[in-house]
């Protein structure tokens, strides 16, 4: 450690008595050989002096101009943190008091023996000087490192109430308080924990406080605007050089955007296993259905009559009823077959009005706002007819009495300075449909939960489908869907889709479709040619026809149809047995199978007969169509009349290759 100034430290020695100025400079050069002592006589040469940096001044009490405080105050305004030391005679004990409480660094009386001490104590108070300048470097730094941590970094107290010693300013952002609310209301922590969640932190803390371990944990706090975010806590008790416990050192990472995207998977997760129980209890239904029409069709063909064609009737339109429900499974489980085509939603909304009208009565106020020009999309027509009749119907149950429902659309276009964008993988932004009403609102407790399938808030009135569906229809055609709501307020539903050019290119995210003669759209209306299908001739159907199908009824039906067209059916009631038949060298025209069969499925049979005929027509029957068709495959939904089935064997035959026949007419064609 030294013991005086080192050469080349700069001091100020101030006082009016020259004689006394040299013994002071004496004393230090003689301590330090080189140490640079300027001597100060008046006022004039201490603002000359002070124009340079010093390490440290000796200043008397007593001067003719001024007095020493007034030095020190000088030196302080001028040059802070400078150190100054009062080398008087004429001092007293007041006088050094007052200097001190204000910041002086040592007072000397003068003697011969303080000459001699003079070097050290201005070298203590050069290295106090230099530690606390270290000290103000070292804590900066820290402070620079703290507040760059994307966490809130906290000392406590080792009690019960783990009282805050020290916060970081990131607690303003992560909460909403300020670092000086948060230390003057110990509370605060507490107050702001979940009440769901407070016992279970607070057990926590408590293990921390007996065991004086670590404490580790994830919860909800509420933040001061009344917001909710998910925060990680994790601390650690500190000790001191003895091992004795000084505090707890933490660390609160808000954590909401992780919890967020896991909800998210959840749900997502979630809306896959209903989909598919959705689809499979469609294909069955379906499967019924089918086998219901078919027979009704076959009652009414075979005993004419009013009676008879009536209540055939009323059973046909039933199942095309409940073909319509099966077919809401299925898009909502994205297992209905797409037709993703060019669509202006500013037409396609306008020709929604009268019915979005009628749906929602006369006391709620319908508006469409839109932009100039068309808004050009690809989606399925039905989906988009399905989003706005859903919301439409949730926001009429909502509204009790007189109200608003407005429909926006507008056209955003891409921004290429953000990157998280998804518009800018097209270039062509993104058209976006909003719907709101001036409702009640949502529950907050039901906001997180509005998507979920059969999640309802209207009792044994709603199915919980409605909002589910507009999700799944929305997310099929490569867009998204997002809800905000207040209790009081009403609710908006803001829909985003891939803009389309106005040919019809769409942006990116658009999945593709197959086209589907047929099905419950292809039934209505049919009625009476069902009930009039009958043999064109009696062999309008010249062909040998392999029927693979696992449920007897609907293979029973479906060969009936055939026959009574003129077609040779051979069936087969699982995959090994189809394939054993066509490795036998059965001679057919067309195959007709299910999707899902037992010992293999559609396509694998479909791969076995086409190994030996390659273009030989195919049709693909299930109750759980969707996607696109194999090449040169045709697809058929259930449930099917007996005109929806000839008209896809004649589809197929069509666009299969049969050099020997003719093209087939659909009968009475």
């Known amino acids: 450690m030294t013991t005086s100034p080192q050469p080349g430290t700069r001091i100020l020695v101030v006082d009016d008595n020259p004689d006394d100025r040299s013994l002071v400079r004496r004393a230090l050069e003689r301590a330090v050989p080189g140490c640079d002592v300027v001597e100060v006589g008046d006022a004039h040469a201490l603002e000359a002096a002070l124009g340079s940096p010093a390490d440290a001044v000796v200043t008397d009490y007593s001067l003719r101009w001024s007095d020493g405080l007034s030095v020190f105050g000088l ?3 001028r040059r802070p943190g400078t150190p100054v030391v009062m080398f008087t005679g004429t001092g007293n004990e007041e006088v050094a008091v007052a200097a001190m409480k204000q910041g002086l660094s040592d007072y000397v009386v003068k003697d011969p023996a303080a000459y001699r001490r003079l070097p050290l104590i201005v070298q203590r108070a050069v290295e106090r000087r230099a530690e606390r300048v270290r000290l103000a470097t070292a804590e900066g730094r820290y ?30 952002g992560q909460l909403g308080y300020r670092v000086d609310e948060w230390l003057s209301e110990p509370d605060l922590w507490r107050r702001s924990i979940h009440p769901d969640d407070l016992d279970a932190v607070v057990d926590a803390h408590r293990r921390q406080l ?33 091992g004795s416990p000084l505090h707890a050192l933490g660390f609160r990472l808000d954590v909401t955007d992780r919890h967020e995207l896991e909800d998210r998977l959840r749900q997502a997760e979630k809306m896959e296993a209903v989909g598919q129980l959705a689809s499979g209890i469609a294909h069955d239904v379906n499967n019924v259905l089918t086998i219901i029409r078919g027979n009704a069709e076959h009652i009414g063909a075979v005993a004419p009559g009013a009676d008879v064609a009536s209540a055939v009737a009323a059973v046909i339109e039933a199942t095309e009823r409940a073909a319509v429900l099966t077919a809401r499974l299925l898009a909502f489980s994205r297992r209905r077959p797409v037709h993703p085509e060019p669509l202006d939603l500013v037409e396609e909304t306008r020709s929604l009005l009268q019915l979005l009208n009628r749906l929602i009565g006369p006391s709620i106020d319908l508006s469409l706002d839109h932009e100039d020009g068309p808004l050009a999309v690809v989606m399925d027509r039905g989906h988009y ?19 608003h429902l407005r429909v926006k659309l507008r056209h955003e276009p891409s921004d290429p300075s953000d990157p998280s964008d998804p518009s800018n993988a097209s270039g062509r932004g993104e058209a ?34 409605g909002l589910a569906t507009v999700w799944s229809a929305v997310q099929a055609s490569g867009g998204t869907v997002r809800v905000t709501s207040a209790r009081g307020e009403g609710a908006r539903f803001e829909i985003r889709l891939p803009a389309a050019d106005p040919a019809g290119n769409p942006g990116a995210g658009m999945l593709p479709g197959a086209t589907l003669p047929g099905g419950a759209a292809g039934a209505r209306g049919a009625v009476g040619a069902a009930l009039g299908a009958g043999p064109a001739g009696g062999d309008a159907l010249r062909l040998s026809v392999l029927v693979v199908e696992d449920e007897p009824a609907v293979q029973a039906i479906a060969r009936r149809i055939l026959e009574r067209h003129g077609a040779l059916v051979t069936t087969a009631a699982d995959g090994p047995t189809a394939i054993a038949l066509l490795e036998s060298g059965l001679d057919i025209d067309v ?24 273009g030989l027509p195919v049709l693909l029957m299930s109750g759980a169509l969707g996607g ?15 005109a929806d089935l000839v008209a896809a064997v004649e589809a197929a035959v069509a666009g299969g290759t049969r050099p020997s026949d003719p093209p087939v007419r659909p009968p009475g064609g």
């Open 591 to 614: 195959l007709l199978t299910d999707l899902n069969l037992p010992g293999a499925a559609g396509p694998v049979i479909i791969g076995a007969a086409r190994a030996t005929r390659p």
């Open 143 to 172: 402070r620079h490192l703290v507040e760059l941590v994307p966490a809130v970094i906290e000392i406590t107290a080792l009690d019960e109430e783990a009282t805050p010693q020290f916060v970081s300013p990131q607690v303003e």
């Open 628 to 642: 696109e068709a194999p090449e040169g495959v045709h697809l058929l939904a259930k449930p099917f009349s007996a």
């Open 385 to 403: 007819a399905q989003v706005l009749i859903n919301l439409a119907v949730n926001a009429r149950d909502a509204i009790d009495g007189p109200g």
């Open 75 to 77: 030196v302080q305004q």
């Open 210 to 242: 007996r065991d004086l371990g670590s404490f580790s944990a994830e919860y909800r706090v509420r933040r001061r605007d009344g917001s909710i975010a998910w925060i990680r806590d994790d601390s650690i008790v500190v000790r001191d050089d003895d």
């Open 432 to 465: 976006v449909v909003v719907v709101e009403d001036d409702g009640p609102g949502i529950p907050p407790e039901a906001m997180g939960r509005v998507f979920e399938p059969f999640f309802t808030t209207k009792g044994e009135n709603g199915t919980g489908l």
